[in-house]
């Protein structure tokens, strides 16, 4: 970040409105002298006198910028893998080489995968509670209070019984 001498000094030279998109996209106010410009509209940024690292940017044409947005041949400029930007040395075009796009991940243009085979397994989707109950045509409180008088009308039922002392007891009237 830097200093609020050099952060005014640097809105008054950029203008307002370009420093406070700088502000939004990297976080500070820079000047520098314009490099280039791609084909998508980003522009190219140098200042020597920043500190090595920081020294080279970009200015994105759209506001929701993503760094799948650079082109190769400026990557390897703003990355300083090549020291010329590419309007001055330009890159070979190979006649194999694709056109560049853009990472599209998490965007309704991200590629989604499809099958085209049928299933082997078809998964099993149990019926529902409510289902099972309008199918025997008595409600799921008559089911239970019905198992639970049997149990209490059974032969051997004693109150010692471990039905009578276990949780799931239910006292039927």
């Known amino acids: 970040m830097s200093s609020i001498p050099r952060l005014v000094k640097n809105i008054f030279k ?5 420093a406070f998109k700088q502000m939004l996209t990297i976080g500070e106010v820079k000047t520098g002298t314009l490099v280039g410009v791609d084909k998508f ?11 090595c ?21 400026w990557h390897g400029w703003v990355h300083k893998i090549i020291d010329e930007p590419p309007t001055v040395n330009p890159p070979i075009s190979l006649k194999y080489l694709q056109e560049h796009t853009e990472n599209f991940t998490g965007t309704p243009k991200a590629f989604k995968t499809y099958n ?14 409510c289902t099972l109950a309008v199918m025997s045509l008595t409600p799921p ?7 639970a008088s049997y149990i ?15 949780p799931f007891y239910l006292y039927s009237a």
């Open 116 to 129: 085209t085979t049928a299933p082997k397994i078809i998964a099993w989707e149990p019926k529902s509670y």
């Open 53 to 73: 690292g920081r020294d080279r940017w970009v200015e994105y044409a759209h506001y929701h910028s993503d760094s799948s947005q650079i082109p190769s041949e």
């Open 152 to 166: 209490l009308r059974s032969p051997g039922f004693t109150s010692n019984s471990a039905v009578f002392n276990s």
């Open 141 to 147: 409180c008559s089911l239970i209070s019905n198992a």
């Open 14 to 18: 950029v203008g307002p409105r370009s």
């Open 41 to 51: 509209g980003n522009k190219y940024f140098e200042n020597k006198e920043e500190v």
